[in-house]
């Protein structure tokens, strides 16, 4: 698609974001909490997961992100206290907590310096608890800052999660309009090397105007570009959040989530190149029609397939998955090479 074409799509999509409502609900509470399996040192784990309602994401411009709802306007840095010390009180002694804010936990506009250092002292005293994880876009990642929360923290871990989404700069820029590009990430990435902190990058299947075979190769090539930084890969199929560009293109028939297929094809060739190191995917919606999907028929044997890999990193498990839609969807993946245009069904 032509630039003006995309900045006109942009400068829409800015404009639906004007009239939509940020998120509502007690600035007191948490926007969302809930547990989860993780596995920490190869062995299963439970992990709380808590999303602080925040002023949100600074930059608050990607083509398929609509986690602004869980933002509130006029939030204080004591109403987030609140939250951390009511996710506390809910801590059953899991051992890893992941606070996530629907934008970076390190930007200090978001999340005050000060606050951010109270939030991983109270963490820090959590008797089992071994590492603390956050979020954050790459420009918010300062060393002497990381470096010291990474000393309130110790003897437990840090994990810094970058939603990098793509090593493809045009990718970066024209599907996703994410802000940055590939080597603003790779510096911020060897701050959290360097700090002594775990890093996890997020990639994204399926950013809009790409095909569903173009989506796969950008995701394999991108895993292949950070291998030998990060330690876990974390594959993030698009979903379509309410209020966003991805939103836009689907109800006008223009976008397809990306099939259960290609996500088990990305994390097969993912394992390939990481070797010992983790690659897992959260789906958010799967099987869904906003989400990543197959048939109907297949979805929850795929998904629970996908669920298991994730954990124990065997891609055995997807072995013995199969349905007549593979067909279809390998039909797809070579017809969209001589169509204008992805083929959505
Ligand atoms: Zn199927």
Same mark, same amino acid.
């Given at each position: 698609?032509?630039?003006?074409?995309?900045?006109?799509?942009?400068?829409?999509?800015?404009?639906?974001?004007?009239?939509?409502?940020?998120?509502?609900?007690?600035?007191?509470? $948490?926007?969302?909490?809930?547990?989860? =399996? =993780?596995?920490? *040192?190869?062995?299963?784990?439970?992990a709380?997961?808590?999303?602080?309602?925040?002023?949100?994401?600074?930059? #608050?411009?990607?083509?398929?992100?609509?986690?602004?709802?869980? +933002?509130?306007?006029?939030? +204080? &840095?004591?109403?987030?206290?609140?939250?951390?010390?009511?996710?506390? +009180?809910?801590?059953? #002694?899991?051992?890893?907590?992941?606070?996530?804010?629907?934008?970076?936990?390190?930007?200090? @506009?978001?999340?005050?310096? +000060? !606050? @951010?250092?109270?939030?991983?002292?109270?963490l820090?005293g959590?008797? *089992?608890?071994?590492?603390?994880?956050?979020?954050?876009?790459?420009?918010?990642?300062?060393?002497?800052?990381?470096?010291?929360?990474?000393?309130?923290?110790? &003897?437990?871990?840090?994990?810094?999660s970058?939603?990098?989404?793509?090593? #493809?700069?045009?990718?970066? @820029?024209?599907?996703? #309009?994410?802000?940055?590009?590939?080597?603003?990430?790779? /510096?911020?990435a060897?701050?959290?090397?360097?700090?002594?902190?775990?890093?996890?990058?997020?990639?994204?299947?399926?950013p809009?105007?790409?095909?569903?075979? /173009?989506?796969?190769?950008?995701?394999?090539h991108?895993?292949?570009?950070?291998?030998?930084?990060?330690?876990?890969?974390?594959? *993030? $199929?698009?979903?379509?959040?309410?209020?966003?560009?991805?939103?836009?293109?689907?109800?006008?028939?223009?976008?397809? &989530? $990306?099939?259960?297929?290609?996500?088990?094809?990305?994390?097969?060739?993912?394992?390939k190149?990481?070797?010992?190191?983790?690659?897992?995917?959260?789906?958010?919606?799967?099987?869904? =029609?906003?989400?990543?999907?197959?048939?109907?028929?297949?979805?929850?044997?795929?998904?629970?397939?996908?669920?298991?890999?994730?954990?124990?990193?065997?891609?055995?498990?997807?072995?013995? !998955?199969?349905?007549?839609?593979?067909?279809?969807?390998?039909? *797809?993946?070579?017809?969209?090479?001589?169509?204008?245009?992805?083929?959505?069904?």
């Amino acid at each position: 698609m032509e630039e003006e074409k995309m900045r006109e799509i942009h400068e829409l999509i800015e404009d639906i974001r004007q009239r939509a409502t940020s998120g509502k609900g007690d600035p007191h509470l $948490p926007a969302r909490m809930w547990r989860e =399996e =993780e596995i920490l *040192n190869g062995k299963p784990v439970k992990a709380l997961v808590v999303v602080l309602r925040t002023s949100g994401c600074r930059w #608050n411009a990607c083509s398929m992100c609509g986690y602004f709802k869980d +933002s509130l306007k006029g939030i +204080s &840095p004591d109403d987030i206290l609140k939250q951390v010390d009511y996710a506390i +009180s809910e801590y059953r #002694n899991e051992e890893i907590i992941k606070i996530f804010t629907s934008g970076s936990f390190l930007d200090p @506009q978001e999340i005050e310096f +000060s !606050l @951010q250092k109270k939030i991983i002292e109270k963490l820090s005293g959590l008797k *089992n608890l071994k590492v603390i994880s956050v979020e954050s876009r790459p420009e918010f990642i300062s060393y002497d800052r990381l470096n010291h929360l990474m000393k309130l923290i110790h &003897p437990k871990s840090m994990e810094i999660s970058i939603g990098l989404e793509s090593a #493809n700069d045009k990718v970066l @820029q024209y599907s996703i #309009n994410k802000g940055f590009g590939f080597s603003e990430y790779l /510096e911020s990435a060897k701050i959290v090397k360097e700090a002594g902190a775990l890093l996890k990058t997020y990639i994204l299947l399926k950013p809009p105007f790409l095909r569903e075979r /173009e989506a796969i190769d950008d995701c394999v090539h991108s895993i292949e570009k950070i291998k030998d930084i990060t330690d876990t890969v974390s594959l *993030n $199929p698009v979903s379509v959040h309410r209020y966003t560009l991805v939103e836009f293109l689907w109800e006008r028939g223009e976008y397809r &989530p $990306p099939w259960l297929w290609s996500v088990v094809e990305v994390l097969k060739e993912g394992k390939k190149i990481l070797g010992g190191k983790r690659i897992k995917c959260d789906i958010t919606g799967g099987g869904k =029609e906003r989400g990543a999907h197959n048939c109907g028929e297949c979805d929850n044997s795929v998904l629970d397939a996908i669920g298991r890999f994730s954990l124990y990193q065997d891609v055995g498990y997807f072995e013995e !998955l199969q349905c007549d839609c593979i067909d279809e969807w390998r039909d *797809n993946l070579d017809l969209e090479i001589f169509s204008l245009s992805p083929v959505v069904s």
